[in-house]
């Protein structure tokens, strides 16, 4: 019986929509960091992913589906199978791995061409903003190249994950498009 | 359940699968969709297993589809849904190549999971983990494998049996968690279950252990080449910390018989274990101590009487399962040693009633065997009233064992001919028909005295006999034996009914068999013969036609021993190396090759005492199944006849030695010895021999086996000095490389004198070692290696060698035929270290000859009478009578040997080992 009303509640209030949100990046980016900090608000140890972590988190009335697919070199070819449904891809960059940059820039930039992301929105995450020597994220976004979107509603935000910031700040611009857009 | 939705899940009664592609198509889309419905996505995995499991696959794209959709499924948590994408992924893992996908999400599961899925999770987490990946999984592996619930410890357990030939070195490295897991004590939690309210708590067992099983069967795996090791294991889980599960215990038992099957010193050590098992609560324990006892042949007799009794007490248990397994070791035994097992034949007899047919027909096949010439009639009685009752199956097991009873006491054939003739008469299938008929078969063939008697039973059954085949086989027995017999025209009328009566195929064979009797030599015979078969030339059938034509031509010759080669034979080809040639002949891709005709003479022949004599040790050695079953046993290895494969092998070896020029030179093959083992087994360069004999030379040939997989031998050679100077050395071809786990032959050839000559050949292997660079297989450049030497065991040619087994239908006469005797008497030694069966076996090996009236079977432990037949390389045959006796002066032995050839006798007379 409470599954009913809440079931009822739930509608009215929006939150039975569930959305699909990618998390990808390369390897050591702080995807899966991230993906517990928003749903657990903790800094949990990690190892590299082999394969996906799925977590379903509520925030503000909606029910996400946060996928976070690992980022090594053997795994990206597999972010493919999971584009499907997907309302928005978090994008995270290592702002201190000035070196693999453009990687991600291709990555990037390969990603967003394939058809089942057209409607997808983008925030991107200049991680790693605690340490020492990390680019800004005007820095970040200039290196990726964000300007030439066209077509997307797209975002950067500079984070720490291990400190939590810029974390809620991206979510909730991201939230904010995806209501606008797609619901 | 409304009727509508009732009938819509009817198909999964009804054995017919879903179709493939609709499952495909509504995976994909259910799987996807951005809501999950746990039961819909549950219903249609479970369609997706029948699929699977009823062997259908799927083509690899469409494979990896349903894994990624599958693999989407994670983010729903429901456990019952989880369990079946666990079990999906297993069934997928084969069909794709991306299922290393899955780790992340199965190691969560492992750390952290639902406890319901959490041994799903295990076990699909070794069909993704691979040799690199394996590292990242060890700890939770080990955690799992001593995990306090059982479900979770057995699943981890089963998967590191799994996970063996993958990483067999990283599964060792968790040895102490599986000792753990054996000896602790895990019961399922109490609110794992209770919660259902179909189960209480007291519905299901809070404990059986059987991850002691399973970690017991991983242990003995990481533990195996280590024998010290083994026993420590044993002695501890049978002292210290004793099993608390059944089966883990009937596994121990397995290994022990293991052990003892390998090293036969060990059997006494060991014994003290089995008086437990064979009082142990379970019936199962019992039954295995029992097996493993009699099954194995260094146990002492009381010890053997110990077992029996066991089984004795499981026969009368309510428990059908356990009945029958007791009744199906008894009978077991029964085929090699029956006078063991008489103490259980009230039991038994009171089990021919039992409501269990199965049970009953082997109690009535148990005391078959066990029946001794006074009570076999009345067993044969009671049969005869119980036929009717039992199922076709079981007649033929009876039958069978009518058969052997009958080969095994030749005096009473005429009850059991009786019993056959009955049975042939009642209502039956082919299977069954064929049994008899083969039985008859048999009993004339080996009990010469019975023939009349039993062809006169055949003639009568093809009166009106329904099954073609069978009417086909007995008219050509009918040819064969009717002109052996005193009255040869009475069996020629049964055949000519034929001629008249029958279909083509029968008419045709028929023909044949009336042609052989123009071969008595009897002129009133032969004419009227001719005048039937000129009769036969009218027949509407060609083959009928063509076949009496040819025999009359072949019957108007002068020369009636050509008549007698085409029309009945004297000796039969070899049939498994006709067809394997026949193979080689027709599959050689080079066509040049066809220009030359396939040569016959290349097929071995027997004549047909060879052949009976294969055939007879076939026949009786038919339940002699290995001891302990391993399960090692590779697959691939069908089950062919020893006879044929004997003959597969002599033409191998014939093959091989034809293929080397110089041995080639040799001549024809005379006669192939056993593989004889000159080092352990366990060495590093094993060494076996073979011996071949050849008109004026014998070629001993070395099987050198590298077991170390960094060195490489070079040069290797076998210094071979025979102690007689009779044999001289005329060439030697040694190995120029034996790379690192291979193996390959040395052939040393000598010049053999006339006659028969025992020697004795000391042998050394000289050979240059070299460490071998793993990653490349070859030895470092410019490496010049340790020349050494390794003497092995000595090789000695016996008389056997110049002896192959012959049969004897009747070796009393053979033996009064024969002159020449010589009779040697010989101490084998202390008797109490002998056992009289092992020293029969070793005696009927090496003298290399055919044990007559069933001899090789002791049947008393203090003295025994062996008979042997055989024939010379050069034709001559040869019986023996040796007399065992155990006394407290020692095992005495006297072998009185008769041959054609005096030198002959003496030796093998003289000959002891």
């Not at chain 2, 026969?315 to 008894?330: G, M, N």
């Not at chain 2, 017999?485 to 044949?512: D, F, G, M, Q």
Request: aromatic letters at 8%; hydrophobic letters at 40%.
């Amino acid at each position: 019986m409470g599954n009913v009303f809440s079931g009822i509640f739930g509608r009215l209030w929006g939150v039975n929509k569930e959305i699909r949100i990618l998390i990808l990046g390369l390897d050591g980016a702080g995807k899966t960091t991230i993906l517990y900090k928003l749903q657990m608000g903790e800094v949990v140890k990690t190892k590299p992913t082999i394969g996906f972590n799925v977590e379903t988190l509520t925030y503000k009335n909606i029910s996400i589906n946060m996928w976070d697919l690992g980022g090594q070199t053997s795994i990206r070819p597999y972010w493919r199978c999971y584009y499907a449904n997907t309302a928005a891809v978090i994008f995270v960059v290592d702002s201190t791995d000035k070196e693999r940059i453009d990687v991600a820039k291709k990555e990037l930039h390969m990603m967003l061409k394939e058809d089942e992301l057209t409607d997808s929105a983008l925030l991107v995450f200049a991680n790693k903003q605690d340490q020492p020597g990390a680019l800004t994220a005007a820095e970040v976004s200039k290196a990726l190249g964000l300007v030439d979107l066209k077509d997307r509603s797209w975002s950067i935000v500079a984070s720490s994950a291990i400190k939590g910031e810029g974390l809620s700040e991206g979510l909730d611009w991201l939230i904010d498009v995806i209501k606008e857009e797609q619901m | 359940m409304s009727t509508h939705t009732y009938k819509k899940f009817e198909d999964i009664d009804s054995g017919t699968l879903p179709d493939k592609m609709t499952v495909y198509q509504e995976c994909l889309q259910a799987f996807n969709a951005s809501t999950i419905h746990a039961k819909r996505c549950r219903l249609l995995l479970s369609r997706l297993l029948r699929l699977l499991y009823a062997g259908e696959t799927f083509p690899k794209t469409e494979a990896t589809n349903l894994f990624f959709s599958t693999s989407k499924l994670f983010h729903h948590n429901d456990s019952s849904l989880r369990q079946l994408v666990y079990l999906a992924i297993k069934e997928l893992c084969s069909l794709s190549d991306d299922i290393l996908m899955a780790t992340a999400s199965i190691m969560k599961d492992i750390h952290g999971g639902d406890i319901l899925y959490k041994p799903n999770a295990v076990r699909t987490l070794a069909r993704v983990l691979d040799g690199s990946t394996i590292h990242a999984a060890e700890r939770a592996m080990k955690n799992c494998v001593v995990d306090k619930n059982p479900n979770v410890s057995s699943a981890a357990l089963v998967s590191s049996y799994h996970l063996l030939p993958v990483a067999k070195d990283v599964v060792r490295r968790w040895t102490n968690e599986t000792q753990e897991a054996v000896s602790s004590n895990k019961v399922f939690p109490q609110t794992q279950y209770n919660m259902h309210e179909h189960y209480g708590a007291n519905r299901l067992l809070t404990a059986t252990y059987t991850y002691q099983y399973h970690a017991l069967g991983l242990l003995y795996h990481l533990r195996d080449h280590d024998k010290m090791a083994l026993m420590k294991m044993i002695q501890q889980f049978n002292t210290q910390q004793p099993l608390k599960s059944s089966l883990a215990t009937v596994q121990l038992i397995r290994y022990v018989g293991k052990l003892i099957e390998e090293d036969s010193n060990l059997t006494q050590t060991l014994w003290p274990f089995f008086p437990g098992w064979l009082k142990h609560k379970s019936d199962m324990v019992e039954l295995e101590a029992a097996r493993t006892i009699l099954a194995l042949p260094k146990f002492l007799s009381e010890q053997q009487m110990q077992a029996i009794n066991t089984l004795q007490t499981l026969l009368s248990v309510p428990r059908t399962v356990t009945r029958f397994a007791a009744v199906r070791i008894l009978n077991k035994i029964a085929m090699k040693s029956p006078e063991k097992i008489m103490v259980c034949n009230l039991e038994l007899e009171s089990l021919i009633n039992d409501a269990n047919r199965s049970v009953s027909t082997y109690a009535i096949t148990t005391l078959l065997k066990t029946g001794n010439s006074e009570n076999v009639d009345r067993l044969v009685k009671t049969i005869s009233g119980f036929m009717d009752d039992i199922s076709e199956e079981f007649k033929i097991i009876v039958i069978e064992a009518i058969r052997t009873l009958s080969l095994k006491f030749p005096d009473k054939h005429k009850s059991m001919l009786n019993f056959l003739n009955d049975v042939l008469r009642d209502e039956g299938g082919f299977n069954f028909k064929n049994a008899i008929i083969e039985a008859i078969f048999d009993i004339i063939k080996f009990i010469p005295q019975s023939r009349e008697l039993a062809l006169e039973m055949l003639c009568e059954f093809i009166e009106d006999c329904e099954y073609t085949e069978l009417a086909v086989r007995v008219l050509h027995l009918l040819g064969e034996e009717g002109p052996k017999t005193s009255n040869p025209t009475l069996y020629i009328r049964h055949i000519y009914n034929r001629v008249v009566l029958e279909n083509s195929i029968v008419r045709s064979s028929a023909v044949i068999a009336l042609s052989k009797f123009a071969l008595i030599g009897n002129d009133s015979i032969t004419k009227s013969i001719k005048i039937l078969l000129e009769r036969c030339l009218q027949d509407v059938d060609d083959e009928v036609r063509d076949r009496a034509a040819l025999s009359l031509k072949l019957l108007s010759t002068k020369d009636v021993e050509q008549a007698k080669d085409f029309i009945a034979p004297a000796f039969k080809y070899s049939l498994p190396v006709l067809e394997q040639q026949l193979a080689l002949y027709v599959n050689n891709p080079d066509k040049e090759h066809f220009v030359h005709p396939f040569d016959i003479k290349t097929i071995p022949t027997m004549t047909e005492e060879e052949a009976k004599a294969t055939e007879f040790k076939e026949k009786t050695t038919i339940y002699d199944e290995p001891a302990v079953q391993t399960h090692e046993a590779s697959p691939d290895e069908e089950k062919v006849p020893d006879s044929t494969k004997l003959a597969l092998l002599q033409q191998q070896y014939a093959q091989e030695l034809g293929a080397i020029p110089e041995i080639a030179a040799c001549g024809r093959l005379l006669h192939s010895s056993a593989v004889m083992e000159l080092t352990e087994k366990e060495t590093e360069f094993v060494v076996t021999a073979v011996k071949h004999i050849f008109e004026k030379h014998v070629v001993i040939q070395y099987n050198v086996q590298n077991t170390l997989t960094e060195i490489q031998l070079e040069d290797v050679s076998i210094v071979s000095q025979p102690d007689n100077e009779a044999y001289t050395e005329e060439f030697l071809m040694p190995l120029d490389v034996l790379r690192a786990g291979s193996s390959g032959s040395i052939y040393v050839s000598f010049s053999r004198p006339e006659g028969i000559v025992p020697a004795v050949f000391s042998n050394t292997l000289s050979y240059t070692t070299k460490d071998v660079d793993p990653s490349t297989g070859e030895p470092a450049e410019g490496e010049e290696g340790f020349p050494d030497e390794y003497q092995v065991e000595d090789l000695s040619i016996v008389p056997g060698d110049y002896v192959v087994p012959a049969f004897t239908g009747n070796f009393t006469h053979a033996w009064d035929e024969l002159q020449n005797e010589s009779v040697a008497v010989f101490n084998l030694g202390d008797a109490a270290t002998m056992d009289l069966q092992d020293v029969v076996l070793k005696l009927v090996k090496t003298m290399s000859m055919m044990p007559a009236e069933s001899t090789d079977v002791v049947t008393s432990s203090s003295s025994h009478t062996l008979k042997l037949y055989g024939k010379s390389i050069g034709g001559d045959k040869i019986a023996a009578i040796v007399r065992l006796a155990s006394s407290s002066k020692g095992m005495m032995m006297k072998s009185q040997v008769r041959s054609s050839d005096a030198e002959l006798s003496e030796l093998v007379a003289n000959y002891v080992e």
